[in-house]
């Protein structure tokens, strides 16, 4: 996952260099959210085809990174393939922890994969690992809330009209939050979003020479903007939501807007979704620098 959007990801399969990858069983770690649990629904199909059977090694997203993290540079050999993604690829395929996938069938067409996800999933024009899906970031929020604080979402947000419409929309007395954002601890969760909603205020990580620069106003500005929205208008406990929590919560009824993965779109607007039927989406939100 790229500084300049930090949402900006894929989820990839790959398969681990010196495992057993041909074996008649595969063992494979995913994350539990809704597209990798789609995935498995296609396990009986690849293995009346294949042969192979499948174990899936389901764990939340923290546990996963830091399981397969631990398996793949230990060598532990406890995972045949494993979904990750942008950002560990390029640096364990270079460090030789994965295989290369150069040899794939014609059927497979490896043309058609979208040239910025096959670059994020590559080292050095080699390929290794295969998109399930690609996400970038946005605003999906409620149509019927939003209409009734009398306001109307622009199809370019910024940042201070999304916190002017999340106090609008926030109605206590219902349980209704005027945003859910992640908060929970981790890369693959809150650390992902603080990073790309810093860039809209101008922060970043490191200067040119690699000096940090957390200390400096730009994330004094990120911080204090998304502390002081999230306690206006977030629910109880967002420092412990992330992808899913936030998820149930919109779904339920409960969220005037979230700003999350482009994945979740089919998800908001399904058939376990309450609120399907009201759902708008948006760009992700800037600051006024174009950067989102």
Not at 282 to 287: E, H, K, Q, S, V
Request: aromatic fraction near 10%.
């Amino acid at each position: 996952m790229h500084l300049k959007n930090a949402l900006c990801a894929v989820s990839a399969l790959a398969m681990v260099a010196a495992t057993g990858a041909n074996a008649e069983s595969l063992t494979i770690a995913t994350v539990n959210n809704g597209d990798m649990i789609r995935m498995q629904g296609y396990t009986d199909d690849f293995t009346a085809k294949t042969g192979h059977t499948v174990e899936w090694v389901t764990l939340e997203e923290n546990v996963l990174r830091q399981r397969v993290t631990t398996d793949i540079t230990t060598k532990g050999g406890q995972f045949d393939i494993m979904t990750i993604g942008m950002y560990e690829t390029p640096i364990w395929g270079a460090n030789g922890w994965l295989v290369p996938l150069d040899d794939l069938s014609a059927e497979y067409d490896v043309g058609d994969i979208l040239p910025a996800m096959a670059g994020g999933l590559s080292h050095e024009g080699t390929l290794y690992a295969a998109p399930f899906y690609g996400e970038s970031s946005m605003v999906m929020y409620r149509t019927d809330l939003m209409e009734a604080a009398g306001l109307e979402m622009p199809d370019a947000p910024s940042w201070s009209f999304i916190a002017k419409a999340a106090r609008a929309m926030t109605d206590r007395d219902a349980d209704i939050n005027g945003i859910c954002l992640r908060g929970k601890a981790g890369w693959g969760e809150g650390g992902a979003f603080i990073t790309a909603t810093s860039n809209s205020f101008g922060a970043r990580w490191f200067d040119e020479d690699w000096n940090a620069q957390f200390d400096t106003r730009e994330w004094s500005d990120t911080l204090n903007f998304f502390v002081n929205m999230m306690t206006d208008s977030g629910p109880a406990g967002y420092a412990t939501n992330g992808f899913n929590e936030n998820l149930s919560l919109f779904n339920q009824g409960k969220c005037g807007m979230w700003i999350d993965a482009t994945v979740a779109a089919s998800f908001v607007t399904g058939d376990d979704s309450t609120v399907a039927d009201s759902v708008g989406f948006a760009l992700a939100p800037d600051n006024g620098m174009g950067k989102r």
